[in-house]
C-alpha cells in the first residue's frame, strides 16, 4: 500500500500563513501527478491544488490562486502547501493524494487520485 502522511496543520489567525507537508512512500517513478483537497463540516471534498511530479507544473483552485503555493522535493518523496493570507473560509481538514496514471490539471477531482492520506487539520480564526 501506498502511504501518505501529512503534517503541519494547526490553528492560526486570519491574515497568518502555515505549511503542510505530505511524506509519500513511494518510489518517484511511481508518480505522475500529487494533490491537495480540503473538507470542510457539511461540505464535499473541495480540490485546492496540483502538481505534476516530472515537470513541476502547477494548478489551483480559483479560492486559493495567488495565496498558496503548491511544490514537491522529489529527492524526499515530499509534497508542500504553503499557505498565506489565510482566511476563516480556509478552515477545513486537508488531504494529500496521489496518482500514478493521471497527469495533473486544473480541474482534478478526489476521483482522479489513487492514494490519500489521513488529513490534517487547519482552522483560521477572525
Known amino acids: 500500500q501506498v502511504r501518505l502522511v501529512e503534517s503541519g496543520g494547526g490553528s492560526v489567525q486570519a491574515g497568518g500563513s502555515l505549511r503542510l507537508s505530505c511524506a509519500a512512500s513511494v518510489y518517484t517513478f511511481l508518480i505522475s501527478t500529487m494533490g491537495w483537497f480540503r473538507q470542510a463540516p457539511g461540505k464535499e471534498r473541495e480540490f485546492v491544488a496540483a502538481?505534476?511530479?516530472?515537470?513541476?507544473?502547477?494548478y489551483y483552485a480559483d479560492s486559493v490562486k495567488g495565496r498558496f503555493t503548491i511544490s514537491r522535493d522529489r529527492a524526499r518523496n515530499t509534497l508542500y502547501l504553503q499557505m498565506n493570507s489565510l482566511k476563516p473560509e480556509d478552515t477545513a481538514v486537508y488531504f494529500c493524494?496521489?496518482?500514478?496514471?493521471?497527469?495533473?490539471?486544473?480541474?482534478?477531482?478526489?476521483?482522479?487520485?489513487?492514494?490519500w492520506g489521513q488529513g490534517t487539520q487547519v482552522t483560521v480564526s477572525s
Open positions: 493524494a496521489s496518482d500514478t496514471i493521471r497527469h495533473a490539471s486544473a480541474t482534478m477531482t478526489s476521483l482522479d487520485f489513487g492514494s
Open positions: 502538481i505534476s511530479w516530472s515537470d513541476g507544473s502547477t
